[in-house]
């Protein structure tokens, strides 16, 4: 029998309203969501209530995104839905973490908010952005990248699909050069330049909080963006090393396909990472989690 892994969804995925009908119907959802206000006021009404500005201020972003992927997550476990393994799309892979046992709901909750704060200040101190390149290969992306001083290859989603990061300046020429290499580029609504060198300093500050973090081995196998393997060794040096290095998605999810997993089930908003799962194999099943309905679905499918 093939095992279940539960992926955990990155910035971007926020909605306006997310949450909501969970935190409504799901008692489960509901007791994070409360359990997330004891340690940051109003994350419950940034979810339900904010509007998508300022949602998608990435110092609230990510303590949002975090909860709801919780929520969604440990709901299914109370309904019987048990994760084999688990991984998570950039601060997704916090949330993951808290999951499988590396530290609590509320530890994670206070890493999440620091790390979004740094990282947005980190984003404020420079013009930059990012775009996400369709129809070239990897190795294509990385060339054209090289042609430029601040342009870099961050994430690596899965076959066709390569996000790139870098100053604004250079992302236009960039962009066009893609188009001349028949890629389309797609400019990201992202507040800064994620995984890559434009957050050294954010991932410095990070590895100041995580001093005092309790962090402990993780009771499931999760998968680490950095490593694209699961997490052994000196979890609070991956943790620093993820915020200015590459999301290695794609050899991610291969890596926990060799490893049993047959059922991928993604969990917060949206349904990005069900879409990357798909096209990098045919042969799995994948389910996306994120409203009561949905979550209803999947315990029925595989509860």
């Given at each position: 029998?093939?095992?279940?892994?539960?992926?955990?969804?990155?910035?971007?995925?926020?909605?306006?309203?997310?949450?909501?009908?969970?935190?409504?119907?799901?008692?489960?959802?509901?007791?994070?969501?409360?359990?997330a206000?004891?340690?940051?006021?109003?994350?419950?009404?940034?979810?339900?209530?904010?509007?998508?500005?300022?949602?998608?201020?990435?110092?609230?972003?990510?303590?949002?995104?975090?909860?709801?992927?919780?929520?969604?997550?440990?709901?299914?476990?109370?309904?019987?839905?048990?994760a084999?393994?688990?991984?998570?799309?950039?601060?997704?892979?916090?949330?993951?973490?808290?999951?499988?046992g590396?530290?609590?709901?509320?530890?994670?909750?206070?890493?999440?908010s620091e790390?979004?704060?740094?990282?947005?200040?980190?984003?404020?101190?420079?013009?930059?952005?990012?775009?996400?390149?369709?129809?070239l290969s990897?190795?294509?992306?990385?060339?054209?990248?090289?042609?430029?001083?601040?342009?870099?290859?961050?994430?690596?989603?899965?076959?066709?699909?390569?996000?790139?990061?870098?100053?604004?300046d250079?992302?236009?020429?960039?962009n066009?050069?893609?188009?001349?290499?028949?890629?389309?580029?797609?400019?990201?609504?992202?507040?800064?330049?994620?995984?890559?060198?434009?957050?050294?300093?954010?991932?410095?500050?990070?590895?100041?909080?995580?001093?005092?973090?309790?962090?402990s081995?993780?009771?499931?196998?999760?998968?680490?963006?950095?490593?694209?393997?699961?997490?052994?060794?000196?979890?609070?040096?991956?943790?620093?090393?993820?915020?200015?290095?590459?999301?290695?998605?794609?050899?991610?999810?291969?890596?926990?396909?060799?490893?049993?997993?047959?059922?991928?089930?993604?969990?917060?908003?949206?349904?990005a990472?069900?879409?990357?799962?798909?096209?990098i194999?045919?042969?799995?099943?994948?389910?996306?989690v994120?409203?009561?309905?949905?979550?209803?679905?999947?315990?029925?499918?595989?509860?």
């Open positions: 029998m093939g095992k279940t892994a539960f992926i955990f969804a990155g910035q971007g995925a926020q909605k306006p309203g997310m949450g909501k009908d969970l935190y409504d119907n799901i008692p489960a959802a509901a007791q994070v969501f409360d359990r206000d004891k340690v940051r006021e109003k994350t419950s009404w940034q979810c339900f209530e904010a509007d998508e500005a300022t949602l998608k201020e990435t110092k609230n972003t990510q303590p949002c995104i975090y909860t709801m992927d919780y929520a969604v997550a440990e709901a299914l476990r109370e309904a019987g839905v048990k084999d393994m688990v991984a998570g799309y950039s601060l997704g892979e916090l949330a993951a973490l808290a999951f499988a590396a530290f609590t709901f509320e530890e994670g909750l206070r890493l999440v790390r979004g704060a740094l990282m947005q200040t980190a984003s404020e101190a420079c013009e930059t952005g990012m775009t996400a390149v369709l129809k990897d190795e294509k992306v990385e060339e054209i990248c090289g042609r430029y001083n601040q342009v870099y290859p961050v994430n690596f989603n899965c076959d066709g699909q390569v996000s790139v990061a870098g100053v604004k250079e992302l236009g020429e960039f066009q050069a893609v188009k001349a290499e028949g890629g389309l580029p797609r400019v990201l609504q992202v507040s800064g330049a994620f995984h890559s060198p434009f957050m050294a300093e954010a991932a410095e500050g990070f590895a100041g909080v995580l001093e005092s973090a309790e962090i081995e993780t009771e499931i196998p999760a998968y680490s963006n950095y490593t694209s393997k699961a997490y052994e060794g000196d979890y609070r040096d991956m943790l620093v090393k993820q915020i200015s290095n590459p999301v290695r998605w794609k050899n991610e999810i291969r890596n926990m396909i060799e490893a049993g997993v047959d059922t991928f089930v993604e969990v917060g908003p949206g349904n990472l069900a879409k990357m799962v798909t096209r194999s045919k042969d799995v099943t994948v389910i996306s994120n409203s009561a309905e949905s979550f209803r679905e999947a315990v029925e499918r595989i509860g």
